[in-house]
């Protein structure tokens, strides 16, 4: 059987060439450290002290954090099993703090590890097929490719980032398998699928769903055994509900496109400021690799080539608002909690494609053009390797949650004593986790047991400078609200509540206890413990 | 010689790689061609008034200035006692051309770009091949840390330190391998060129080049004899030919510590007597100034301060394509041919990586232990030393550009060194860049620079008898409004009555006479100028103005100012800076070492062309 990708034939002028350029022994291991090092450069914002300020904000903290407590799926979040963050990056990342580690320094390395694991993979997989040149280019355009600067640095999304991770692995394992179907490969090939669906559940079960479609399209059915079992997985997700905003958020197709970059989230209609871009290196590269292959006599291997050509393209068009129907036909909308989403497989599919330029034109190999094709996927997005980044330190879980965990509390302190006539300062900082659309007023109260107000102070953020409807997802707001304690109030049992009401119709946004967070004394508990049941976001 | 002759030392000389690195290194020198000044930059305004005060020496005939007189509000200070001349001598030689003091000092940075390219071109020619040699020095000319001296900073000294650099490395490099006269004479020129732009580099990168020095030896040491070969009856002779060839690199230190004495040896043994306070701590705490390790790979580059913390208002990158280039090289590093190239490799990139730590919170302690490297006031400033390795190992990805192989001869190598090339200057680009704005104290000039001096706390340095940095003075007032400082003498200290009469009648940057009448011996004059050593006072009769006696200086007033006991009667008192022991050494050292070079290289020139005639 035909290997995939293809192997040097031994019979051709062009394999006579490529077998004395492509040493037989792989050495790989230093070209595999070159990447590493190279690799730096997309990890090593995560050093710095802080915690990168993305459209998840503190989410992947807290949920970490709730692994251990709550369990997954609890500490999924809101979105699911499906759409939610997959045990395995939970697990890894509360791993990590067992060794010592902060739970935000645990997530930073959880990040880092993903896009460093993504390279690895790719790179084992490739090298020794293609040549460890054809593999590191790969690699590194993988590793550089905007889509997933923008998962890790601008949406935040652990979940996808280890998936994006582990869709070298699970390709690997299904082609190892397809070039020679034994038992034991089929089961690292579920394996492989398996540590992917762990990942992000619905990702997983979507690149199942591509794989399997690449694989009828080039006529490897054995390939598609080890599928097998993603198949009830699918049905069953399929019949999921669908996110309620996912067909808000099609990207245009100017901004695959497009150069800009911004570390806002994304936003529906073709204002969103989220990046979407395919990138411009990948794509040439690939283009480049598309050309030479489909022109390539003889045509070994083609079949595979254009139905990954021809997957990538429809791919993308499914991102796009003309592939609505498909979503609503199909509803398989329901693995994925943006259409955009798709765009990671386009984007290793694109590295592929800038591996196989280089594994099909030897000049490339040479010193001088390796530099230069490594050069350029870092070159092109250098300037995107600036994150947003907060130096808030968050608790292990929100000190409070608003609406349908739309703010979070992250945390708090008093400045004052809560005593008749004191005048008490509450610096406070939230952060948005999802859009709001009104307005809504704060209000702190100081109260007795016998819940009679002896302070108060109701006003929109910021002194209605910044309302809630213009906050964005991942954005930390910082307010300080001041009152008076009157001077008639009891000497003890006093304590304060706040919350969120739309001043149009008085109704208070839900939260902890019901309409309001109590807040303890000077500042939260030392050790703030995440509510399991509905209160991880 | 004949016009033969020069055709062919020309055709010799002639190089189109090193014209093709001069000629893109001048998108380096952009900024520079505007017509204003990055006033804005760090050590903008210094370099301008260094130049400025150096300049007023020079007119004064003063060919090696030491006291610039009007530093530290016209106290006066021996900066260039202390501080490396030679971009101010460069800088003055444009501006006695007729340029301006802001456009030679912009003449100087150009210079230090064009240079640093041209010599890291050299140096790697011989071991990277033309477009090798042709990529590394465009990678020097444009790495980062070059940008942020030349328009974040405008350091001058630093960047012309940076352009001898490549030249040192060469000449060392040259005279262990291949060691000649003219090798060592070129490795001790280097050398002590070195020492004269910036003692600071100079001090940070000795051991540096020791080591350099070292490992080369170590290798020749190999070549002849491998080491696995070694036994212990190996081990005195090897010691001896270790020796023996280190010692070109020996003697070439030493011409270059001997060509150098001039500024070195004074400025060692006298700055203990100026006060260093001031540039150790507070801002220069270099405790404050580690480099966070995502600062070495973020895009970020501003023209604010290096301050506490990981948000500094600079950029502290590597360079993206320096530093893959550089990884990329130790995947390159067995296809090199020349054993040279792969040792410079090698050491190149063990050396960044060293450095590279020192700059960064960890190397803390050793910062704490070793005590000199606390003048470096910046943990950041290795990445001057970083630079020429960094940029260096850029070339291997076109050195090791093997044989042209059977398809690859439609893609021809000039494609991909200006791939190569096209993505190095692209990486900068974005900032070869300055903050152009007017200077806010005004046109160059003397109140320009009280202005400036009153806005530099640090710029005003004072020797150890100052007890108080002054904030102002009465000589500042005066240039503010326009006027001449006539005389240095306190007159608010000397009474002009009965007991005392003072009259100053010449004088200079350097000396001041005085006429002076005491009633009795129990009088003094006071100057408005800070002691320092060097400052020697006459009592000179009044007539033939011959020297009667020394007078005793002593120091007065929280300024430590130079006070002058007179004796009774009518006198010249004549004050005067004066070479110290340590600088007539520093003197006669380097021109017994200047005619040593001068009269060795006759020598030779006088033999070779004998052995070419008997020949």
């Known amino acids: 059987m035909a290997g995939w990708p293809p192997r040097i034939r031994a019979n051709s002028a062009r394999a006579r060439f490529e077998m004395n350029t492509v040493p037989k022994e792989h050495k790989i291991f230093l070209p595999l450290c070159i990447f590493l090092l190279l690799g730096l450069f997309a990890v090593a914002p995560l050093t710095r002290p802080g915690f990168p300020s993305t459209a998840a904000g503190f989410r992947p903290v807290w949920r970490a954090a709730a692994f251990w407590a709550c369990g997954w799926p609890a500490a999924a979040g809101p979105e699911g099993i499906l759409r939610g963050d997959g045990p395995l990056p939970l697990a890894l990342t509360a791993l990590l703090t067992v060794s010592g580690m902060s739970t935000p320094a645990a997530v930073k390395a959880a990040f880092a590890l993903a896009y460093l694991l993504a390279g690895v993979f790719l790179f084992l997989w490739l090298a020794p097929r293609w040549g460890k ?16 600067l ?4 601008v949406a935040g999304g652990l979940g996808e980032a280890w998936a994006l991770a582990l869709y070298p692995l699970a390709a690997w394992a299904l082609d190892t398998f397809r070039h020679r179907a034994t038992w034991r490969r089929g089961v690292l090939a579920i394996a492989a699928w398996g540590l992917l669906a762990f990942s992000q559940p619905g990702l997983a079960l979507f690149f199942a769903l591509c794989a399997g479609l690449f694989f009828l399209l080039a006529g490897e059915y054995k390939a598609l055994i080890p599928l097998a079992p993603a198949l009830p997985l699918l049905l069953w997700g399929a019949f999921q509900p669908i996110a309620a905003d996912f067909s808000d958020h099609y990207p245009y197709l100017f901004q695959l496109f497009s150069a800009a970059w911004s570390t806002a989230p994304s936003a529906p209609g073709w204002m969103d400021e989220m990046p979407f871009q395919l990138g411009l290196v990948p794509l040439v590269l690939a283009g480049l690799g598309a050309a030479t292959l489909l022109s390539r006599r003889p045509a070994a291997g083609t079949r595979r080539w254009a139905a990954l050509m021809a997957g990538l393209i429809l791919l993308v068009v499914l991102s796009l608002r003309v592939g609505d129907g498909f979503w609503k036909i199909s509803h398989l909308a329901s693995l994925l909690s943006y259409p955009w989403q798709v765009l990671g497989i386009v984007t290793f599919g694109l590295a592929l494609l800038s591996g196989a330029a280089v594994r099909e034109i030897p000049a490339l190999r040479t010193p001088a053009w390796l530099a230069g094709l490594v050069l350029l996927p870092l070159l092109a997005v250098y300037g995107y390797l600036m994150p947003a980044w907060t130096t808030i330190e968050p608790h292990a879980a929100p000190v409070g949650l608003f609406g349908e ?10 400045e004052g004593t809560l005593q008749p006539g004191e005048h008490i300062a509450l610096d406070v900082v939230w952060q948005d986790l999802r859009p709001l659309e009104a307005d809504y007023t704060v209000f702190v109260q100081a109260l007795d047991s016998a819940n009679t107000i002896w302070g108060q102070r109701d006003i929109q953020p910021r002194e209605g400078e910044l309302p809630t409807s213009t906050w964005q997802p991942g954005q930390i707001i910082t307010d300080t609200y001041a009152f008076d304690v009157e001077r008639g109030a009891p000497a003890g049992g006093l304590h304060v509540i706040m919350g969120f009401y739309d001043v149009n119709t008085g109704q208070r946004l839900p939260a902890n206890a019901g309409d309001h967070v109590l807040l303890t004394f000077p500042s939260p508990a030392d050790a703030v413990v995440p509510a399991c049941a509905g209160g991880i976001p | 010689m004949s016009m033969a002759g020069m055709k062919r030392l020309a055709a010799r000389l ?44 020079i007119q004064e005939g003063i060919l090696y200035p030491r006291w610039s007189p009007d530093f530290a509000f016209g106290y006066g200070y021996p900066f260039f006692n202390i501080y490396a001349p030679l971009a101010f001598y460069i800088g003055e030689g444009f501006h006695l051309l007729g340029m301006g003091f802001v456009e030679a000092v912009k003449a100087v940075f150009g210079l230090s770009v064009l240079l640093s390219g041209a010599g890291m071109y050299l140096f790697l020619r011989r071991r990277f091949g033309r477009a090798g040699a042709l990529l590394s020095a465009l990678a020097y000319v444009y790495i980062p840390y070059h940008l942020f001296d030349l328009y974040v900073r405008a350091a001058l000294a630093e960047s012309l330190a940076l352009a001898v ?10 005279a262990v391998m291949r060691p000649d006269w003219g090798s060592i004479a070129g490795a001790g020129m280097a050398y002590a060129a070195l020492m004269l732009s910036s003692n600071l580099i100079t001090l940070m990168f000795t051991p540096v080049l020791a080591l350099y020095v070292l490992f080369l030896v170590l290798c020749r040491l190999n070549d002849g004899q491998p080491f696995r070969g070694w036994s212990t009856a190996s081990i005195l002779p090897g010691a001896a030919h270790l020796v023996h060839l280190a010692v070109p690199a020996l003697l070439a230190l030493l011409l270059g510590l001997g060509l150098s004495a001039i500024f070195w040896l004074p400025a060692i043994l006298e700055q203990p007597y100026v006060r260093a306070d001031q540039w150790l701590a507070g ?37 993206a394509a320096h530093l893959a280039l550089a990884f990329l090289a130790l995947l390159f590093l067995g296809r090199l041919k020349d054993a040279g190239a792969r040792r410079f490799v090698a050491f190149a990139l063990a050396a960044t990586a060293i450095l590279v730590f020192m700059t960064t919170a960890p190397a803390a302690a050793i910062w704490e232990r070793i005590s000199f490297a606390r003048f470096a006031q910046f943990p950041w400033r290795y990445f001057s030393l970083v630079a020429p390795f960094l940029a260096g190992v850029a070339g291997v990805a076109l050195a090791a550009h093997g044989p042209a192989g059977e398809e690859e001869q439609h893609w021809p190598a000039w494609a991909a060194t200006a791939l190569l090339v096209g993505l190095v200057l692209f990486s900068s680009y974005p900032y070869v860049r300055a903050e152009i704005r007017e200077p806010a104290e005004g046109p160059v000039s003397l109140a320009g620079l009280m202005r400036f001096q009153r806005t530099a706390d640090e710029m005003t340095g004072a020797t150890i008898w100052t007890k108080e940095i002054p904030k102002w003075s009465p000589m500042a007032d005066l240039f503010i409004n326009g006027q001449d400082v006539t005389t240095r003498v306190d007159y608010s200290w000397v009474p002009q009555n009965e007991i005392l009469a003072v009259d100053s009648r010449e004088m200079s940057s350097v000396h001041e006479k005085v006429w002076v009448w005491a009633v009795d011996d129990q009088q003094a004059v006071r100057f408005y100028r800070f002691y320092y050593p060097g400052w020697k006072a006459y009592i000179l009769d009044e007539n033939t103005e011959e020297v009667l006696a020394e007078a005793p200086i002593e120091t007065t007033g929280p300024y430590g100012l130079i006070t002058v006991p007179v004796p009774q009667g009518r006198h010249i008192l004549l004050l005067r ?7 007539r050494a520093g003197k006669a050292i380097s021109a017994v070492s200047l005619a040593g070079l001068a009269a060795l290289t006759l020598l030779r020139a006088i033999l070779m062309r004998g052995g070419r005639r008997h020949d």
């Open chain 2, 577 to 583: 800076f004066e070479d110290t022991p340590p600088r």
């Open chain 1, 405 to 414: 965990h739309q703010i979070a509390l992250v945390d708090y302190r008093f």
């Open chain 1, 150 to 153: 923008s998962v890790s640095y």
């Open chain 1, 133 to 148: 040149e054809a593999a590191l280019v790969a690699a590194v355009v993988y590793a550089f490719a905007p889509y997933r």
């Open chain 2, 165 to 174: 650099l490549p030249f040192v490395l060469w000449g060392f490099h040259e």
């Open chain 2, 14 to 57: 002639w190089d189109p790689y090193l014209a093709l690195v001069l000629l893109l290194s001048l998108f380096a020198l952009g900024p520079l061609l505007n017509p204003g000044y990055f006033w804005g930059a760090h050590d903008a305004r210094h370099s301008v008034y260094f130049l400025f005060e150096f300049d007023r020496s």
């Open chain 2, 283 to 319: 801002t220069y705490d270099y405790h404050d100034d580690f480099v966070y390790f995502f600062q070495l790979f973020s895009p970020y580059w501003g023209f604010g301060v290096s301050g506490a913390g990981p948000d500094d208002g600079v950029g502290f990158q590597l360079g």
